[in-house]
Structure formats: structure tokens, C-alpha cells
């Protein structure tokens, strides 16, 4: 018997998916109830502190911890010297780089500045932190290779990017097709290194229990977690549980296992007691990634009334030298807009830096900057409404894979955001408008991520008073994710939401993917529908072939669920609840389900992603430089909406990022000696209140039949990709400046 998704014909009218419903987990955290990683009570709780490099290449000639070991309430100073010897290679199973093992202080190699040389354990915080300063370590300094542009001529193509994109693709001829060009543009834009910075700090509390090993950890993929860590270690994977019910936001950076986790585990090991290790804000700007410097050329090609011939998009960044990494730039532009003849290439520089890593939409947040700004410059040239140039190279397939699109509504995006804009106010010409003294202009920029589905499962138990208890692996960002598995698991079964309780975070629940890469909510949710439906299968099969049953031998097709029972279509009162029938078949421990959920096909016959349009418009003073924007709208066409109220918290989360890219952040490196010179949230500038204006949401309607059963596309990306190129197209229609490197400063505009 099998049970497919109710249609919305079929819904009853409380439906709680699509409604904007509060958060269920509001108020723990408002009360300050939710537990984050650090805050878990231990007894007998000691405390560790990284202690850092202070050179940016070389070896360690000598290291004195005597000071430290003798200060007060010091319990333990782990080393390259004393540590134990770990994993240095990963098992042959494993392919992710999210996965591998992770050697920390296995050698006296210093490959970056800021790179983890030592853990102080004590009794007290303050007993490590100061502690952690009496470590001596003597080096047998290198030459660093720490410029991007004076090593241009090290670039070299990585053989894959990030997500598993190919490197380079080619479609026609690139030259003859700018040679066949009515106007053609040639232009570079530049993107800073950018630190993810969420605002709870990573952080680990490890407890042994024998050979058992439990890690409370700050995390966004507690399967990962777990895998990396028992591979290190080399133990059982079964030996390690990973708790992490809430994360303080992690943006990418919490996705893979890091250093600390390792250190933390190693010293609980090494003093028998538990250890809690919390990074501070200098050292998570040197040691749990970042988004890479970039590089991009563009090299667009139009004939007179706007149609492309030619297109490249040439992207270089920088990598650490001891771990590839390679951002995606590129890849947005490959779907975006039909052109017969393209380029996109990707290159790497390594240098002496902390790792490069994802951050939120990796790839496509700084290579939408650089794709709708060139397509911004190219509507001038052509003197061509940027709208509708846009929309002449709308591609009824996707111009790489050759693939049609699951759904795209890009063109209607734009044009519902233009009406509710005003776009029709704007003219045409650079500098030509003003609001009191302000110069004032608008922007408008395209925006797309990847719809993905990930394999991914999930526990769904009725209990036997009608509660329903809902069990995954799943993380919460702070995304919502807690609530929307509540709405999607009272649909399935037909309760009101009150009545479902969710649980995830917890490494002993059914494997999901990361709470990354906009596939969470996919996965997680179709997993979750899945089992509950089987749930609904098992209890109506019970029902149907009981003679004491008001549903006895009703059609399998013909039976519904809601208000905790199941009844026939079309005949409410032939049904009863599952409290009923668990009571009359001796269900005590009620009816338990595990799904185990896997993408169909679909991936590999359509091309699924989400699209939006972003616009802005700036108030820039002309003595000064100063760029306000008064108005920010942002049209998402991403599927069905699962919670309005919560989606929109996503969308306006990622626009604020945007924002903040285009206009203020920035990390500085010290070139002769590889640290950041900004490398604190006193010198980090982001946005803040005064910087960000009501951001309008509008979700456009889009009923997508294949991306996953309940027709859903992630948003926790979408929100950023295009808000930069936005605010600078703004910036330009507003003084007439081009800027082509972020951020856009007062002292760029002078």
C-alpha cells in the first residue's frame, strides 16, 4: 500500500504548511532555555585555550611550556611533542572534503599564521588564557607567500571546484563570437577576503565515558562530525555521539569538523575529565575558514538590440597551500543568460593563509557580483533598459546542461519587482537624479542557487495518546528548521502542530546532509513526509483489515487524514482517530517508522534552480561619499513556501549580508606577516542597524512538481547571491562611478 502526498485539493483547511507560523523554538530562546554547545553543564568541567603561530611559514625549532605547566590550576599542555598520534590519511571510503580527517599537531609544520600549535588545559578560563601566554616557541622562519596579485603566475587549475563543478567549460567559439559583437565589454572586479563571523563562536565540550566519546560541538553536520572525528582518532565511528541541538549561526564555517574539536577530545582523553574549548573572535579569523580573494574577468559580447554572442567569466582566487580549495565563481554564470559562445574558467593561487573555505553561497555570492555587474555595464553601452536586457536573454533551457528548467520565473520576478519598485521612475541617464542634496540612483541585479536534494532520514513515532514525535539529524541554523519539520510532519499526519515534537541535532537520530548549500530544508522535510506517510500506511492498513473498524476495507486511495484520525474522502464521519485504533491492536509503545529518503531521477532530467530579483536604491552624498539606501526589494521565486514568516527571515538575513559585502566588509591582511590586521568585530565592519532599510520581501507563486515531493527550493542562500551587484549598479546609476572593487567605500566615490 503506498501513500503519496496529499494534493491541495485534498488539504484540510488548517493546513499548517504555508502558514506563517511562529517559531516553536522561540521560546527557549528568548527565555534563554536552548542549550548551545558551550552552555551543556558538566562536572568537573575543565576549560583549554589554543595557542596560536605567530609566523605565517616555517618549522617549530623549540617549544618551552615549563611556565605554563607550573601556573596555577594548569592541568595539561598538549603539543606536536606530546600529542598523540592520529590519523594522517582518510579511510578509502571517504570522498567528501568535509569528511577527511583532521591531524592537528602531528608535526612541527607551520603552513599559516595563526595555526594551532598548542591547548592549554586548566581548571579555570582564566587560568588557560593566561596560562596560554607563558608558552615559548622558538621558529626556523620561511619566506611566506602571502600576495595574491604578485603571484598571479602560480595560478593553476584546480581539477575540480567546490560542489563538484567541472573547472573550465566551453561552449562555441569564444573570439568569434565577440569578433560578431555590435559592443562588447572587457572588465575586472575584485572581491576581498571575507570572514563568515556568526555570532555564537565555535565551540566544543568533549566527555569520554571509557571508550565512548561525546562531543557537544557547534555544528552544522553532526554525521560529518562524527565521521571525521572517529576516523581521526581511529575509533569506532559508533564510539562517537555529537550533540548539537541549536547553532548560534555557522554560515558554512561550521559545516566541516574543526582543529579545536580534535584538541578538545584529546585533552578530555588525556586528563579524564571533561574539556571545554571555545574559540574567541581574533581566533576564528585564522582558523575556521573564510571566503577567498577573487579575481573575476568578464569579457561580454551584445549585438545592438541586446542579444549576446559572446560571454567569459575568468575567476581567480587564493587557496591555502595545504588545502585546495576553489570557489565556484563561475558557476552562475553558466545558467544565467543564452549565449552561444562562453567561457568559464577558475584558477587558484596558493599562498600562506588559513584555509579558503565555503561561506554562505560560496561561488555564487561574489561571482553574481561580478556577472551582474558586467551585465549592468553592457546595458548602458547598449543603452538598454538593464531589465530588459535581462529578460531579451531569458534561456528557455538551461544553456549548460541542455536540461529544461524544473521552474524558472526569473522574468516574473523582475517584472512583479519593477512595478512594486517604481522602476518606471528611474531615468535613464547616470547622475540625473537627486533627493534634496543626495545624488540618487537604482540598481537592479538577477539572483540564483542551485535547488538541490540530498539522501536523508528520519524517524517518525506516533505515540499512543496521538502525540507525534519527529526524530533527524538535522541541525537549526537559527533558519527555522525546527518549525518547518513541525508543519510538514502535522500535515502528513493530520495533527494540529502543537501536537509534534521535533528533535534533531543529535548524532544517534537518522543521518541528514549539512544544514548547507540551500538542500536542508529539501532533504530534511522530504524525509520527515516520507515517514509519516508510512506512519499514515501502517495505521490504515491496521484499520482496514480490522472488522471492528469504521474504515474496514475502504479503497487505500480513498482515506485521509486530519485532526489526528484517518476517514474516507468525502465521508468524515466514516473514520476514527490513532489513538483508536493503537488502543484496540495492544500499540503501547504506539507505531515507529524510519525512512531512509533518497532523490529520485529528477536531477538528471531537469535543471532545478531558485531564481529572485534584487533592487536597491542609494542616496550617495557628493562632498562626501556617504551611501545610504533608503530602499531595498528582493522577488523570490523559490517554490512552494514552507512558512512565510520564517522564510522571509531568511531572505532578509542574506539581502543584510549582501548589503554589508557591497558597502563595508573587508579583512586586511598584513602582508609581511600573514595576519589580519582587522581581525576583531571592532575593526571587521559590517552592517548594522543604521545601514540596513525595511527590506520588502515578495515570494512569487511557483508550483515546481519536480524538485521534491512537497515542491519546495532552499532559500538560505538566495538572499545574497545579487545583492552586492545590485547596491553597485545602484551606486553607478546614482554618480556615474563605476566601482568594480568591493567594498564600495566613501573614499572610492571622491
Known sequence: MQFSAQSNADKPTNSAIGKPMDRTDGRLKVTGAARYAAEFPMKNLAHAVVVRSTIARGRIQSIDTSAAEKSPGVL??????????????????????????????????????????????????????YAATLVRVAYTQERPVLEFAANLDRAYAPERINAGYPTDTQQGDLEQGLSAADVRIDVTYTTPIEHNNPIEPHATIAVWEGDRLTLYNSTQHVDANQTSVASTLRIPKQNVRVVCPYVGGGFGSKVPTREHVILAAIAAKQIGRPVKVVLSRAQMFTCVGHRPHSQQRLRLGAKRDGRLTAFAHESIMETAVFDEFAEQNGVMSRIMYECPNSLVT??????????????????????????????????????????????????????????????????????????????EKRLAEPGSMREGRYLTGYGVASASFPARLRPSSAIVRVLPDGRVQVHTGATDLGTGTYTVLTQVAADALGVPPERVQVEIGDSNFPPTPASGGSFGAASFCTAVQEACIAVRQRLAALARDDANSPLRGANQEAIAAADGRLFTKGQPARGESYVAIMQRHNLAQGVEVRVDSKPDDAAQKFSMHAFGAHFAQVLVDPNTGVI??????????????????????????GVVWGISMALHEETLLDARYGNYINGNLGEYHVSVNADIPDIDTVFIEENDPHVNPLGIKGIGEIGIVGAAAAVANAIYHATG????????????LL
Open 76 to 129: 595539561a599542555v598538549i603539543t606536536h611533542l606530546n600529542a598523540p598520534k592520529l590519523a594522517t590519511t582518510d579511510p578509502p571510503e571517504v570522498s567528501d572534503r568535509y569528511i577527511k580527517v583532521i591531524p592537528v599537531l602531528q608535526n612541527d609544520r607551520i603552513n599559516h599564521y595563526g595555526q594551532h600549535v598548542g591547548l592549554v588545559v586548566a581548571e579555570t578560563f582564566e587560568q588557560a588564557e
Open 346 to 423: 577558475h584558477r587558484i593561487v596558493p599562498l600562506n593563509l588559513d584555509r579558503s573555505m565555503i561561506m554562505r553561497a560560496p561561488g555564487e555570492a561574489p561571482g553574481s557580483f561580478a556577472l551582474e555587474s558586467a551585465m549592468d555595464e553592457l546595458a548602458y553601452a547598449l543603452k538598454i533598459d538593464p531589465i530588459e536586457l535581462r529578460v531579451r536573454n531569458e534561456p528557455p533551457r538551461d544553456p549548460e546542461s541542455g536540461l529544461p528548467w524544473s521552474s524558472r520565473s526569473l522574468v516574473q520576478c523582475f517584472r512583479e519587482g519593477a512595478k512594486r519598485f517604481g522602476w
Open 628 to 653: 545610504k539606501i533608503p530602499r531595498f526589494l528582493c522577488v523570490i521565486a523559490a517554490g512552494r513556501i514552507l512558512n512565510p514568516k520564517t522564510a522571509r527571515s531568511q531572505i532578509v538575513g
Open 737 to 748: 562611478k563605476r566601482i568594480r572593487d568591493l567594498p564600495i567605500t566613501p573614499d572610492k
